[in-house]
């Protein structure tokens, strides 16, 4: 089945600097990479997600890039706010035929320092 | 439409004792999942499934069980609680248009403990 890793663990980064996590998947067949934003006491909501027929995605400050070759993809997020502190998760299908059904990576705290 | 919803909200066990956590979905989807979440292990997988009558072990299934009688609900079962099972349960539901899966919605949690 499907392995994730996740790094880095931890991040602090000042208010309007960049941030970068990034994660990789060992099953080449997955074709689906969603990151979810969780904060304190409340459920995962997805932010942004990618399929394996692109290599870039953005949606404001946030964007996801894949490297189908390398297995790994990232998530940027730009001009951090306050805001953004949360625990971040990368997925990817547990198997083939179950996309639906994600494995996760074991997740990283930010932390947006004013 | 109220999405995913989980019952209960909180739970305190004893040793020993049985369960089931519900879950239910009223967005027809698919595919439907469970997760354990413990303090810096993330989310782990425990069973899942990708239709009515068809379910899977994921990555932690040891004492729980699963059925998929129908699309809208999917109950997860403690046979005999044990401490190691204190945790908070999420389900989780998602759905796939032409080929491609999209988001999965997460119910908004059990917290579970077993004294």
């Known amino acids: 089945g499907e392995n994730v890793e996740q790094h880095p663990s931890t991040l602090s980064v000042q208010e309007g600097d960049s941030a970068v996590i990034k994660c990789t998947y060992s099953d080449s067949a997955s074709n689906y990479f969603p990151w979810y934003k969780q904060e304190l006491g409340k459920r995962p909501q997805l932010i942004i997600d990618?399929?394996?027929?692109?290599g870039e995605k953005k949606d404001q400050r946030i964007a996801v890039t894949l490297n189908k070759t390398a297995k790994h993809f990232s998530l940027h997020i730009t001009e951090t706010q306050p805001e953004d502190s949360a625990v971040y998760f990368c997925?990817?299908?547990?198997?083939?035929?179950?996309?639906?059904?994600?494995?996760f990576g074991k997740g990283t705290k930010l932390s947006v320092k004013p | 439409n109220a999405g995913v919803t989980q019952t209960p909200k909180f739970q305190v066990l004893k040793t020993g004792q049985s369960m089931t956590l519900q879950c239910a979905q009223d967005?027809?989807?698919?595919?439907m999942s469970w997760y354990r979440q413990d303090p810096g292990m993330g989310l782990r997988l425990i069973h899942y499934s990708v239709g009515a009558g068809i379910t899977d072990q994921g990555e932690v299934p040891n004492g729980y069980n699963v059925s998929r009688s129908t699309t809208e609900d999917f109950p997860l079962r403690l046979l005999s609680a044990a401490p190691s099972q204190t945790s908070v349960y999420f389900c989780a539901s998602s759905y796939s248009i032409q080929g491609w899966v999209t988001e999965a919605f997460f119910g908004q949690g059990t917290r579970l403990t077993v004294v």
């Open positions: 990618i399929r394996s027929n692109v």
């Open positions: 997925a990817a299908p547990v198997r083939p035929g179950s996309q639906g059904n994600l494995i």
């Open positions: 967005m027809n989807h698919e595919y």
